[in-house]
C-alpha cells in the first residue's frame, strides 16, 4: 500500500508548513500529494506553487469541484500542470453538492452522473488532441449552439506531455463510484471503511463490467483520504477527529441532501448520524461533536497506539484501497509514516 499526503482546502488562509510537509512527503518516499478546493482556494495554484519545491513526487488534485469550471478550462490546468510537473499530474475530479454547485458556483446540479460523463470525455478529448473539438451533448455542446454562430471547433495549441493523463473521480454513493472504475483511472473515497468494502468493491465490479471500461482491478488506484493519529490515548486521539465529522455528517450539505451523512448511514450508523444532522444544523455544535461515538471515528480512522494502528492495518491493505492519504504538519508526516510501515 502507498502513501500519499493530502493538503486539504484552506480555512482562514494558507495552511502553516505546507511547503515543509510536502518537502517532508517526498524525502519519506511518499507516492504523491494532494491538494482540494472548496468555495476559497483553489486546487490548481498551490499545488503548482508548492509542487515546484518537489522533483519525483505525483502531483494531484483531490478535488477540482466540476462546476467551478468548463471541461475544456479544466483540461487546459491540466495539460499546464502535466508540463510544468514533468509528467507527474494527476486530476481528480468531484460533483460537490448542491449547495455549492448552485449556491456558490450558480449552476445546475440535477443528473450529476450523466454531467460527469460528458464533462470527463471533453477533457480527455482535449487532451488527447486528436481534432479538432466538437461535442453536440446533454449538458454541453462545443461549438455552443444557438450563439452568434460565429464558433467554430478548436484543437489545443498546446500538445500533450501524455495523451492518456490520469483522471480520479472523487465518489461516495455506489452509482458514482461504479462510474468512476468505468471512465476514470482511480477512485478518491471519503470516509472509507474496512468494513464497507464489499459494498464498495461491488459497486467497483460493476464499472469495470461496463463495456469501454478503461480498467481493471489490477491498475485502478483507490486512494483514501484516512485520518491517522498516533497516540497513547485512543479517546483524545478520537476527540481530534470527532470535530471534522460533525462537520461533514451535520454541515456539509442540507438536511435532505447530504451524501457524507448517507455514508455514515449505510455504515450502519444512521441513528447517530441523524442525531447529529439534527444538532449541528441547530447550532448545537458542540453536542454534535459528542454524539459522535468512538467507534465510528475508528471504523475510518486509524487512530491509537502504534501498535494497534499496525494491527488494525492490516484490514485496510485487505481492502481496495491501494493508497492511504495522510494529512498533518513535516514531523506528524515522519510519525506516521513509521508506524505504518
Known sequence: MKLGYHIGYWSSGPPAGALDAIVQAEQLGFDSVWTAEGYGSDAFTPLAWWGSSTT???????????????????????????????GRFVLGLGASGPQVVEGWYGQPYPKPLARTREYVEIVRRVI????????????FQLPLQGGTGLGKPLKSTVHPLHKDLPIYL????????????????????????PKSNA???SAIEEG??????????????????????VHDDVEKAADLIRPALALYIGGMGAKQVN?????FARMGYEKVADEVQELYLA??????VAAIPTSLVEDTSLIGPAAKIRDELAAWEESVVTTILLRGDAATLR??????R
Open 170 to 193: 472523487a465518489a461516495e454513493g455506489p452509482k458514482n463510484v461504479a462510474l468512476s472504475a468505468e471512465i476514470c483511472d482511480g477512485w478518491l473515497p471519503l470516509f472509507f471503511s
Open 335 to 340: 510519525t506516521v509514516a513509521d508506524t505504518l
Open 208 to 229: 469495470f463490467a461496463r463495456p469501454g471500461a478503461r480498467r481493471t482491478a489490477k491498475d485502478f488506484e483507490v486512494a483514501a483520504s484516512v485520518p491517522v493519529i
Open 259 to 263: 451524501f457524507h451523512r448517507d455514508v
Open 128 to 139: 488527447a488532441r486528436e481534432k479538432p473539438l466538437s461535442f453536440d451533448g446533454d449538458f
Open 56 to 86: 519525483r513526487i505525483r502531483l494531484g488534485t483531490n478535488i477540482v469541484q466540476m462546476s467551478a469550471r468548463t471541461p475544456t478550462a479544466t483540461a487546459m490546468s491540466a495539460l499546464t500542470m502535466d508540463h510544468l510537473s514533468g
Open 283 to 288: 447550532g448545537r455544535k458542540e453536542e454534535a
Open 199 to 201: 459494498f464498495y468493491k
